[in-house]
């Protein structure tokens, strides 16, 4: 048996989304750009999904970009629009709890000497936002923050976030990774006052390989692929049709069911929650049971034991979570997350991160706890130190 | 006018009446290196191998070769009967095409009468082609020292011509040497102890001990990875891997914290030496070096070695880490070794292991462990698997 318990990482596609990117190979293969009726229907699909899209994020159709996924969006997001409006300011800012793909970015863009705030967050996983405020100048051109942080699940306070921005400096951009919040937290853009915000597939039973960046109408970005001049000359390349059919698939199954898929998922994280507190003993849970975290996730150290070790024992037995840090003795490896948050090391080395899927059941969680609960007594004793 | 490849082979030479063995093996092991490249001709010849080659596939099959233990040298060549006027003509034609290619002020022409039937000697022979070349092109002059290149030529049954020497790895052909068994880890050394011996004709095998679900699966992921490589210079082979996960809990709780790694090793080297038996293996081969670890210094090794009685081959044993790195990244294995996975895990590693371990006291903390069924239970549990030769 398989339980699947990783569902921050990735998630297991829907037989919906398989039909519609098995569809798009086997029959509607057309390259959208075609000018023949073999490309036109593609176009028509294509132009389907993006409205599906829109629909969920709550914006315009054309403020729509298919992206290769996550990554990609949070690039076009944060590069296309440092290339498109150097001019403006030479300041940006993002957290210090951001996914790699947006740290990484910011780190290159230090590089070529862009003035950065990493932005500090607390010991419960939230940015700062006094710092914030202070940090923001007339030199700030953007700033990157996360929805839903992927380690710990705290929700960060976008809306609030981005009145701050624009009454300190209406000019600066606010871009968001909401990669782990979509169907998680019922949102739309233009409420939040977002500028952009990045979308990833496979991270609500769609495929991998697409995602999308919502991008405001009146918000300037460069492209960073050239080419074709695909997706409003945003992002050249021959559209990725399977990707963005399945995508439309996962998108139409997420509009329905949302609340009341939510609505199961916090079901599930207080029967986790309880059920640890109850089995469990010397545990940490990070991700709390209030609205302030987002209700798939669930970070718990399980103090004394490698969390490595834990992953390992735990899919001998079919059930799949995921480490804070990885086993190693050259100390690297911390997750940056956990570190920003201050925890310490016999915290962090122990943390195990749960995510849930709102196909999970309560017997997995049931089975999984047991086992957790089984690992656990038995390696406190082997590991001494 | 053929394309051929001029394969040498030095120390074979020297094998006597066992010479014919040796290059039999070596002309099977270059056929099999360029097996599927098509039907290519390759062929032993007065003490050298030939391989005909065409244009578009040259390159890749010199790659291939140079691979292959026992090539001292290749040299790419053109061949055709033996002609003066020809052999001219041959020269300049590589001088020419040389010459598109990169810049050159000097040359030379370094002659081979291997057929001393030709009327002219060796010096009679560059000096008649390299006024020939002088009397052609304008922009070169000779310069028998230090020339930009050195264009050879070769009169034996036929005449060759070449330019370039490119060096193999040189040992022995694979296999004439008997089969040893690699103790094969995630890290540095071991592959290159492997590659080391199986230079000199040693077949391999290979054995692995993980602590799954104590180390990752990538950790043994990682070691495949590491064998395939190895399998690009010795073909395929069969890695055994070995569960010590069992064998560690039971130390850690009856032994000296201490001496976990040290009997650990020995451990390791008791079953790999019953592995070798049962493969027909005729010695172990490990990475160790002295005092690079505590499990390697002198006193060290003396305990690990007692464990067995099979040769146990340590080509590394007097190797600085900086040599021993710089044959990793000749042999392309080092980029593999130091990726972040251990196969071996941190849990029960102890703050202070001994460095002067004595036979004594670690004998005496076996007798606390019941050590036949823990590797009897070790070995039943082994996972066995063919590492193939993908090129």
């Known amino acids: 048996m398989e339980t699947y318990l990783d569902n921050a990482a990735t998630t297991k596609p829907t037989d919906k989304v398989i039909e519609a990117v098995v569809k798009s190979l086997k029959e509607m293969y057309g390259n959208p750009s075609s000018l023949h009726r073999k490309g036109i229907e593609v176009e028509k699909e294509i132009k389907k999904t993006r409205r599906l899209v829109s629909k969920a994020l709550g914006c315009n159709e054309k403020e729509i970009v298919f992206t290769s996924g996550g990554t990609e969006a949070n690039n076009l997001a944060i590069k296309g629009f440092v290339k498109a409006n150097n001019r403006l300011g030479n300041h940006i800012i993002t957290s210090k709890i951001e996914h790699k793909s947006v740290l990484s970015l910011y780190e290159d863009l230090e590089k070529s000497g862009y003035n950065i705030t990493y932005l500090d967050v607390d010991q419960e996983g939230f940015v700062s936002l006094k710092q914030l405020q202070e940090s923001l100048s007339d030199d700030t051109i953007l700033v990157s923050i996360m929805h839903v942080n992927n380690e710990v699940g705290s929700i960060q306070p976008i809306k609030e976030i981005a009145e701050i921005i624009k009454e300190k400096n209406p000019k600066a951009r606010f871009h968001v990774d909401g990669v782990q919040s979509i169907g998680k937290i019922v949102y739309c853009v233009k409420d939040l006052q977002v500028d952009s915000l990045s979308i990833s597939g496979h991270k609500f039973h769609g495929p991998k390989g697409i995602g999308a960046l919502y991008i405001n109408k009146d918000t300037r970005i460069s492209p960073i692929f050239l080419g074709g001049g695909q997706e409003f000359n945003l992002r050249s390349g021959t559209e990725n049709v399977p990707g963005i059919f399945g995508l439309g698939e996962a998108v139409k199954e997420l509009i329905e069911n949302q609340e009341n898929n939510i609505k199961t998922l916090n079901n599930l994280k207080a029967y986790l929650i309880d059920l640890i507190e109850t089995e469990l003993e010397d545990i940490i849970i990070s991700s709390k049971l209030d609205d302030r975290y987002a209700p798939h996730i669930i970070n718990v150290a399980l103090l004394g034991v490698k969390s490595e070790i834990m992953l390992h024992s735990l899919e001998m037995d079919g059930v799949f979570v995921s480490s804070g840090s990885a086993c190693s003795s050259k100390g690297k490896g911390y997750s940056h997350v956990l570190e920003a948050m201050q925890m310490k090391r016999s915290h962090i080395d122990s943390a195990i991160r749960i995510s849930l899927s709102h196909f999970n059941t309560k017997e997995e969680i049931f089975f999984a706890v047991k086992r957790i609960k089984y690992h656990v007594n038995s390696l406190r004793q082997i590991i001494r130190r | ?391």
């Not at chain 2, 390159?59 to 033996?82: D, L, M, Y």
């Open chain 2, 1 to 391: 006018m053929e394309k051929v490849i001029i394969i040498r082979y030095g120390e074979i030479m020297l094998k006597g009446l066992n010479k014919s063995y040796f290059e039999n093996k070596l002309v099977k092991h270059i056929r099999h290196a360029l097996s599927d490249l098509g039907k290519l001709k390759v062929y032993k010849e007065h003490s050298r191998i030939y391989v005909n080659v065409e244009e578009y596939n040259e390159n890749q099959i010199i790659e291939r070769i140079k691979r292959v233990f026992g090539v001292v040298s290749i040299s790419p060549a053109k061949r055709f009967p033996v002609d003066m006027e020809n052999i001219k003509k041959v020269v300049l034609g590589e001088l020419q095409d040389k010459l598109q290619k990169k810049v050159i002020k000097t040359f030379k022409i370094e002659s081979k009468r291997g057929d001393k039937k030709f009327p002219m000697k060796s010096p009679e022979i560059s000096r008649e082609i390299g006024g020939f070349v002088l009397e052609n092109i304008d922009s070169i002059s000779v310069d028998v020292h230090r020339p930009d290149i050195a264009i050879n030529v070769e009169i034996r049954n036929n005449a060759f011509v070449f330019s370039e020497k490119i060096n193999g790895f040189g040992g022995l052909p694979l296999g004439t040497n008997g089969k040893g068994l690699l103790l094969l880890s995630g890290g540095i050394d071991s592959p290159v102890a492997g590659w080391l011996v199986a230079k000199r004709g040693v077949a391999l095998e290979a054995i692995h001990f993980h602590s799954y679900p104590f180390t990752s699966e990538r950790a043994k992921e990682k070691v495949i990875d590491l064998a395939r490589m190895l399998a690009t210079y010795c073909g395929e082979f069969k890695l055994h891997s070995i569960n010590l996960l069992p064998i560690q809990k039971e130390i850690n709780e009856k032994c000296p914290e201490e001496e976990m790694t040290i009997l650990s090793r020995r451990f390791m080297m008791k079953i790999a030496e019953r592995i070798a038996l049962k493969s027909k293996c005729d010695a172990l081969i490990t990475g160790e070096s002295i005092g690079q670890v505590a499990s390697q210094t002198v006193n060290s090794l003396q305990v690990t070695n007692e464990a067995v009685n099979l040769p146990v081959f340590r080509p590394l044993i007097a190797m600085d880490k900086v040599d021993i790195i710089q044959i990793a990244k000749q042999i392309n294995t080092y980029e593999t070794s130091i990726l972040p996975f251990e196969d071996c895990c941190t849990v029960f590693l102890p703050k202070h292991p001994v460095t002067k371990p004595k036979l004594e006291k670690i004998l005496y903390s076996e007798t606390l462990l019941n050590v036949e069924a823990l590797i009897n239970e070790a070995i039943e549990n082994m996972d066995e698997e063919i590492i193939e030769l993908e090129i």
